[in-house]
């Protein structure tokens, strides 16, 4: 695999994608710019617990191969809250020499570069703009979680204010809201039990918690906004003009991030090991800095910008409706794969793959138990087998033939895809833990419809895990049926295997001369009695195995039980059927020359022809051989011998 561009291919790892979409689009947009292909993975969560589900998203972060990516770019904070997979994640890059810069949080790795927001700062001019533009001398704080390093940084920030204007501390006015809506909510009540409601502010960790508080004091009967003052952090889309904020990691920080990454890959230029993004404060009627008629009112871009995002998601949501439905109704991987493609293509991308392990895509049932089908599904939780199927590309909208290319190239024509594509999105297919596979397409930031994705993927991967459960319960239904209709010692056909394979063949009458033969397996009593009933299995699946070794596709060898045979073949006469008996003794023979047993095991046959189109039942024909077989037998008595090294002293079936 030739990188004949020369182009530069870049990772960004990455799990918020919609609170990250601004960061993106600043990045996306200096790189295009620079001849730098931007390949983004994507766990479609920031939040983990070590959780099935999260493990299975996270997976995506082991598909980045480092041989063919030239550097390494992640997100922290719109990552995962564990610091375990952010490291292992850094330590693959650092492994393979790759330069890493990280968004958010700093890492001491080598060849590891960091920008960040001052967390710190801008908390604290918020609280000082509190404190000085309202004279607000109370202020009560809402952090995220306890001892995260985000949320330490803020708290560290609000006590630098209130220290800088000799405002006495509190802790008791310090709380926890853990970044969500409904802990917020929780925290706020605390206040009001506590008493800490008599305050003039409360200043939180971020946008969600403050939108939170504000209604929540609303309905404990505070006059909001404006009675109490709230403000937020991190900028977002929903608190713009309405809370007041700061954006730590905007189209800004994006921007500046990617100029590092061009400045170090195509002019080696290394950017000092930290890097601080300014503060960038917003101010909105949740401080009465800003008109509530002006906050609320929106500008013609705003609007605009609004109805394109709510009927994106509603197209988005009825496609994805589409493709529940469609795969409802597929059986197969490949009905399913075409349904998704197609749907997919519909939707918004030029390109996409959809990348299956080929172990998940071809598992099949290993043994005879029907105890262990939860173990029969290639389990992934580390990362991805090392081939995949791509059961389903679409390239200019256009669909490609599948294909299976190693998991280390990331796509089928990694180089060309990432050329033609210029960014390129991958985001986990997985059932809980199970990692099955992911899908990729060429990434637009600037659209609102790719931060539905989650929802997408979610019901992709239920929908094919689905296919699969439903084929390995056709795929046990069958091999309990193998088990009703088989010998479970020498795998040919029971007896009423024998008939129902007969009866579909001869509905309406025997279609062309067919050939019956009986079989019986002499001295099987001698064996048992002389050497033990395993090496009398022995002797009965030699016989199994020699019927089978002379038989083709038109021929049914069944054991009726004991040391009885019966072999029906279609379509064959009288030379056929002596031509198949001549070839059970010569396997016979051979294995008596070979075995080292110290016994023969020979066979008495008996045949008959059943003539095209006859309607009798089969077990008259049975029958009729049967009585051949037994003239036979009688024959052999007292002329074949149980033991090889005592052909003197022949011992007999009496």
């Known amino acids: ?48 617990d070590g959780a099935p589900h999260n493990i299975g998203q996270t997976n995506i972060f082991t598909l980045p191969n480092y041989d063919i990516i030239d550097m390494l770019v992640i997100a922290p904070f719109y990552l995962s809250s564990s610091e375990e997979v952010i490291q292992h994640t850094i330590e693959r890059a650092v492994e393979k020499n790759i330069p890493v810069l990280t968004i958010g949080k700093q890492y001491d790795y080598p060849n590891c570069y960091c920008i960040m927001p001052d967390y710190r700062r801008q908390i604290e001019m918020i609280t000082n703009h509190l404190i000085e533009r309202h004279g607000i ?9 306890k001892n995260h390093f985000t949320s330490d940084e803020r708290l560290a920030g609000f006590l630098d204010a209130l220290k800088s204007h000799n405002i006495p501390i509190e802790p008791s006015r310090i709380y926890y809201g853990n970044l969500w809506s409904v802990p917020a909510i929780q925290q706020v009540e605390k206040m009001n039990e506590d008493g800490n409601l008599d305050c003039g502010a409360i200043v939180c960790a971020n946008d969600t918690m403050a939108s939170a508080v504000m209604i929540k004091l609303s309905e404990l009967g505070f006059d909001m906004p404006g009675e109490i003052a709230v403000t937020g952090m991190d900028g977002t889309d929903e608190a713009n003009g309405y809370i007041t904020t700061a954006k730590i990691l905007a189209d800004k920080a994006g921007e500046e991030a990617a100029n590092i990454v061009a400045n170090l890959l195509l002019r080696g230029k290394k950017p000092a090991k930290l890097g601080i993004t300014p503060p960038n404060i917003i101010y909105g009627i949740s401080c009465r800095c800003t008109n509530m008629q002006n906050a609320l009112d929106l500008l013609p871009k705003q609007r605009h910008d609004l109805f394109e995002e709510l009927y994106d998601a509603r197209r988005f949501s009825i496609r994805t409706a589409a493709i529940a439905q469609e795969l409802a109704n597929c059986s197969t991987f490949d009905d399913a794969s075409r349904s998704i493609s197609a749907t997919l293509s519909r939707i918004w991308c030029n390109n996409s793959w959809i990348c299956i392990c ?24 580390h ?86 459960r439903q084929n390995e319960l056709y795929a046990y239904a069958k091999k309990i049926d193998m088990l009703y209709i088989t010998d479970p010692l020498t795998s040919l056909y029971n007896r009423r295997g024998f008939f129902r394979i007969y009866n579909d063949y001869a509905e309406g009458g025997v279609k062309d001369d067919c050939m019956v033969i009986s079989v019986d397996l002499d001295n099987l009593k001698l ?47 009288e030379y056929e059927m002596n031509a198949y008996i001549d070839k059970v003794n010569e396997y016979l023979s051979e294995y008596n020359l070979t075995s080292e047993k110290p016994y023969n095991v020979h066979g008495s046959f008996g045949g008959c022809i059943v003539p095209k189109g006859s309607k009798l039942h089969i077990d008259y024909y049975i029958n009729k051989a049967d009585s051949k077989m037994y003239v036979e037998k009688e024959s052999h008595k007292r002329t074949r011998m149980l033991h090889d090294y005592s052909k003197d002293k022949p011992q007999t079936d009496e």
């Open 1 to 48: 695999m030739e990188n004949k561009s020369g182009r530069k291919n870049v990772a960004f790892c990455i799990g918020d994608l919609e609170g990250g979409k601004m960061l993106l689009q600043g990045f996306c947009k200096v790189l295009g710019d620079n001849l730098i292909n931007v390949h983004i993975f994507n766990c479609c969560t920031c939040f983990y």
């Open 137 to 145: 001398r109370k202020l009560n704080f809402l952090g995220g979680f």
């Open 358 to 381: 080929k172990d998940f895509m071809e598992s099949s049932l290993v043994n005879d138990s029907i105890d262990d089908i939860e173990d029969n599904c290639p389990v992934h939780i």
């Open 383 to 468: 990362g991805y087998c090392d081939t995949m199927k791509c059961i389903a590309r679409y390239a200019d909208r256009k669909p490609q033939s599948e294909t299976e290319f190693p998991t280390s190239e990331m796509l089928p024509d990694f180089y060309e895809m990432s050329d033609k594509s210029k960014v390129i999105l991958y985001t986990p297919i997985h059932i809980r833990d199970n990692t099955l596979g992911y899908l990729a397409f060429n990434f637009y930031p600037w659209s609102s419809m790719n931060y539905l994705l989650n929802y997408l993927t979610m019901a992709m991967s239920q929908l094919l895990e689905s296919v699969r």
């Open 527 to 573: 064996i048992n009695d002389n050497f033990g009933h395993n090496e009398g299995d022995n002797a009965i699946l030699t016989m199994a195995n020699a019927l089978k070794s002379a038989a083709d596709e038109n021929d049914i060898c069944a054991r009726f039980g004991g040391d009885e045979y019966v072999v029906f073949g279609k379509g064959k006469g």
